[in-house]
């Protein structure tokens, strides 16, 4: 018999209930999601669990948190536990099913402190959500952080729409751009700060 592992793990890690004490499980207003989601961002490479990359899952309408998600591949050992994913599959935990625009549940949303990569693009095209919320898109990302986001098409957002998933865009850009000078400046001034998928392309 081939001896293969047959599970694999990943899990926020154990500094989120610190950083969510205090904050209202319903968020109405927009901005204030992606607060709470640059703020997890920037507290998550600081830590160093993975990027500065955090997302959270919310209905739409009311703005009730369902879920929260950091980026964990360095912790977890797993190259796609990017925080969109986390959050997405928590989310559907929560909600016991993989639709979470399924018959019976409100709108749900992701807001993310950036435009997918391109695996997380897939991910969440196919995870149910009627909108996603980014910080901003475009080059910044990967000139400051010098992660490699892969080939997404010019006509993402379009892609998107036309599978009725609303995009809204530049929700506290400046914010988000913020985080990662930070993390790039750590980068380069201080031993183990990782950036783990910076090949480009190349071998």
Known sequence: MIDIAREYHVALPAWIDDELAGTPGVLPDRDDRMRLVHRLADRNWREGDGGPF???????????????????????????????????????????????????????????????????????MWSGVRGLVVAGEGPELEEITTFDEGPLGAD????????????????????????????????????????????????
């Open 156 to 203: 993402w957002a379009e892609q998107f729409e036309a599978r009725g998933i609303d995009v809204v865009h530049d929700v506290l850009r400046d914010e988000a751009l913020a985080v990662f000078r930070a993390y790039r400046k750590a980068v380069d001034t201080e031993d183990g700060v990782v950036v783990y998928n910076a090949r480009g392309g190349s071998a």
């Open 54 to 124: 955090a997302a959270l899952v919310a209905e739409r309408e009311s703005g009730r948190i369902v879920s929260v998600g950091v980026n964990v591949v360095l912790t977890s050992g797993v190259s796609s536990a990017h925080a969109e994913v986390v959050a997405l599959g928590l989310a559907q935990t929560a909600l016991g099913g993989w639709d979470l625009g399924g018959e019976g549940l409100p709108d749900h949303e992701l807001v993310v402190n950036w435009r997918p990569c391109v695996q997380c693009y897939g991910a969440t």
